[in-house]
T-cell receptor
Framework: SQTIHQWPATLVQPVGSPLSLECTVEGTSNPNLYWYRQAAGRGLQLLFYSVGIGQISSEVPQNLSASRPQDRQFILSSKKLLLSDSGFYLC??????????FGEGSRLTVL | GEDVEQSLFLSVREGDSSVINCTYTDSSSTYLYWYKQEPGAGLQLLTYIFSNMDMKQDQRLTVLLNKKDKHLSLRIADTQTGDSAIYFCAEISPGGFKTIFGAGTRLFVKA
């Protein structure tokens, strides 16, 4: 069965520092992959999605970027974090009648 | 445009039924979903319904779909304290690559 892992689970970073969140999927090939951000007590904001290696679609202009160097690997990055980048980041895989499979989330606090 | 709306809060007593409502805009959506998010965790797919169905029941969960009014509801029978969570309604975007999520309904279950 398909599984998805993202890390780190918790991150505290100073303003201006770089960011790298990683997500990997097992048990499937060529999945659609997604990065979402969830602000405290709020809904999900789709940041990026990818339908294949090297194919990234950005949903909102921002300080973040995404890359997909391998079929089942999706990375969220920033060169210089802003305070407003704080939030709960979720990676997700797939889009079939059975919906998306989510990782456990990465909580980023920018100080 | 694409939009999914749901109320932000619902409070029920343990043992009562909970009904979470949602409206969506894209009448061509083939699948509609309910996800559950527990504190500090990712989203978990609870159930989904295909657009040609009016109702789907799965143990304590009942999903009702009114395509004419673009209204989706989730009923949880015999609500337990463990059901306390945020529930997200979602539909597939017209292009089929993305999921459009509502803002989430926070369910409080009082003992």
């Amino acid at each position: 069965s398909q599984t998805i892992h993202q890390w780190p689970a918790t991150l505290v970073q100073p303003v201006g520092s770089p960011l790298s969140l990683e997500c990997t999927v097992e048990g499937t090939s060529n999945p659609n992959l997604y990065w979402y951000r969830q602000a405290a007590g709020r809904g999900l904001q789709l940041l990026f999605y990818s339908v294949g290696i090297g194919q990234i679609s950005s949903e909102v202009p921002q300080n973040l970027s995404a890359s997909r160097p391998q079929d089942r690997q999706f990375i969220l990055s920033s060169k210089k974090l802003l305070l407003s980048d704080s939030g709960f980041y979720l990676c997700a895989s797939g889009l079939t009648n059975t919906g998306e499979l989510f990782g456990e989330g990465s909580r980023l606090t920018v100080l | 445009g694409e939009d999914v709306e749901q109320s932000l809060f619902l409070s029920v007593r343990e043992g009562d039924s909970s009904v979470i409502n949602c409206t969506y805009t894209d009448s061509s959506s083939t699948y509609l979903y309910w996800y559950k998010q527990e504190p500090g965790a990712g989203l978990q797919l609870l159930t989904y319904i295909f657009s040609n169905m009016d109702m789907k029941q799965d143990q304590r969960l009942t999903v009702l779909l009114n395509k004419k009014d673009k209204h989706l509801s989730l009923r949880i029978a015999d609500t337990q304290t463990g059901d306390s969570a945020i529930y997200f309604c979602a539909e597939i975007s017209p292009g089929g690559f993305k999921t459009i999520f509502g803002a989430g309904t926070r369910l409080f279950v009082k003992a």
